[in-house]
C-alpha cells in the first residue's frame, strides 16, 4: 500500500488549495486520517483528522479555514485549506492509522506568498 499526495503549489495570501491522499491497493482496520505538516526548521504538526465513524478534528491554527474529508469509493483523503497564510507554508503529509501500522505519503509542498 502506497500514498500519494498531491496539490501542493504557490498561492498568494488568501487563496486556496485543495490536497489529495490515495491510496493505492486495499487498507483495512482504519483507526484515524490525519493531516500533518512540517515548516522549514520546525517539527512536524498535527493538523486534521478525521475517523471512520466520520467525527473529525482540527488544529487551533486551521481551525475554521481548512475542511479534512474523505472519498471512501476513491481511497482518498482530501484537505481543503482556503484563506492560506504565509505561517502555513509547509510540507504536508497524509497519515493512515490502522490497527497493524502507520501509512505516510511522500509529502506534498504548500508555499503561500504575502
Known amino acids: 500500500v502506497q500514498l500519494q499526495a498531491s496539490g501542493g503549489g504557490l498561492v498568494q495570501a488568501g487563496e486556496s488549495l485543495r490536497l489529495s491522499c490515495a491510496a493505492s491497493?486495499?487498507?483495512?482496520?482504519?483507526?484515524?486520517m490525519r493531516w500533518y505538516r512540517q515548516a522549514p526548521g520546525k517539527e512536524r504538526e498535527w493538523v486534521a483528522i478525521?475517523?471512520?465513524?466520520?467525527?473529525?478534528n482540527y488544529a487551533d491554527s486551521v481551525k475554521g479555514r481548512f475542511t479534512i474529508s474523505r472519498d471512501r469509493a476513491k481511497k482518498t483523503v482530501y484537505l481543503q485549506m482556503n484563506s492560506l497564510e504565509p505561517r502555513d507554508t509547509a510540507v504536508y503529509y497524509c497519515?493512515?492509522?490502522?490497527?497493524?501500522?502507520?501509512?505516510w505519503g511522500q509529502g506534498t509542498q504548500v508555499t503561500v506568498s504575502s
Open positions: 497519515n493512515i492509522e490502522t490497527v497493524y501500522r502507520s501509512y
Open positions: 491497493g486495499s487498507i483495512i482496520g482504519i483507526r484515524a
Open positions: 478525521i475517523y471512520p465513524n466520520g467525527s473529525i
